[in-house]
């Protein structure tokens, strides 16, 4: 009933940018946080960015000054400009989203399915 679909992964040098598009849909009442992790073949999930519906932004240390999340809550899309990317940036990456769906019903976590980030020479 609520369903994140990413956009914009691919292949990129070291030292590229990139630009990841996460949009939801589905039974909304409000999104309170929305953001991106990432996931390497046999590491844990791990936190990229996150942000707020008032704005307010969260980076891992090893992106920050070299990402920056964004979000249209109009539209319900959060962003996610990468750049000057390392080969351990490789990774498939999943929109997060917290989402109440009504007034009755508690905040659930939902995730997309990924798309996966190549970066190499």
């Known amino acids: 009933q609520v369903q994140l679909v990413e956009s914009g992964g691919g292949l990129v040098q070291p030292g590229g940018s990139l630009r990841l598009s996460c949009a939801a849909s589905g039974n909304i009442f409000s999104i309170s946080a929305m953001g991106w992790f990432r996931q390497a073949p046999g590491k844990e999930r791990e936190l990229v960015a996150t942000?707020?519906?008032?704005?307010?932004?969260n980076y891992a240390d090893s992106m920050k000054g070299r990402s920056t999340i964004s979000r249209d809550n109009a539209k319900n899309t959060v962003y996610l400009q990468m750049t000057s990317l390392k080969p351990e940036d490789a990774a498939v990456y999943y929109c997060?989203?917290?989402?109440?769906?009504?007034?009755?019903?508690?905040?659930?976590?939902?995730w997309g399915k990924g798309t996966p980030v190549t970066v190499s020479s």
């Open positions: 942000i707020t519906s008032d704005g307010y932004t």
């Open positions: 997060y989203a917290y989402v109440r769906q009504s007034t009755l019903s508690r905040g659930m976590d939902y």
